[in-house]
């Protein structure tokens, strides 16, 4: 499709909240309708693209902009970019959506406490709240997370099972003129992507998350 029209959805939310189960899905439903998809993952590209970088605001800042800056070139030559970073901070968020310009903010809301009770099988919450990992965003006072005040999209995740939250995603995509049509078409075990940190199977299948 080499008319395709270049956008990128930006997921948003605290580690652990789902966002890059969301992208991985959605990832397959672009592949379905025949777009051309890429994906940014926030760990991925900092093994790649910011290696060296720290957890400092100035580092996650820079890691954020290099995540845009991909994303603009993507986007600028027809290709649907999925980019799915912490990103923080408010004001880094919103230098990337004016660089690109067809940008759709999600955000994967849900709270320390949810994600700490429910969804924390490597126990950092519950040593970043013990004070054991000082520097750990949502946790430490001096790496805040600061909530989007008018994404295009709010998915709980907490609340929604992933294709739940996918559907809405797909049907904002709709509605803003980016998707024909909203029908998820993608059904069962997704081959991994490769682009997310997502554990993956024995037969390369994204793995379910207990």
């Not at 652990?16 to 439903?29: D, N, P, Q």
């Not at 600028?76 to 970073?85: D, E, K, Q, Y």
Request: one cysteine or more; glycine letters at 10%; aromatic letters at 6%.
């Amino acid at each position: 499709m080499s008319d395709q029209r270049g956008f990128t959805v930006w997921f948003t939310g605290l580690s652990g909240s789902g966002k890059s189960t969301i992208a991985e899905m959605l990832y397959h439903e672009f592949q379905a309708r025949g777009l051309k998809t890429e994906i940014l993952d926030g760990d991925v590209v900092r093994q790649n693209l910011s290696k060296g970088l720290g957890f400092s605001q100035e580092d996650r800042d820079t890691n954020i902009l290099r995540i845009g800056f991909v994303a603009q070139l993507l986007t600028r030559n027809g290709v649907a970019a999925i980019c799915c970073p912490i990103s923080p901070y408010k004001q880094t968020r919103d230098a990337v959506r004016a660089q690109i310009g067809e940008f759709v903010e999600v955000y994967v809301h849900a709270t320390v406490e949810e994600i700490a009770a429910n969804r924390d099988p490597k126990g950092l919450y519950k040593k970043a709240l013990a004070g054991e990992l000082p520097g750990f965003t949502g946790v430490d006072p001096d790496a805040p997370y600061e909530a989007p005040e008018s994404p295009e999209l709010v998915v709980d995740t907490l609340a929604e099972t992933p294709e739940e939250s996918l559907q809405k995603v797909l049907d904002r995509l709709h509605e803003l003129g980016y998707l024909d049509e909203s029908t998820m078409l993608i059904e069962g075990d997704r081959v991994h992507s490769g682009m997310t940190d997502l554990r993956l199977t024995e037969t390369g299948h994204v793995a379910k998350e207990a």
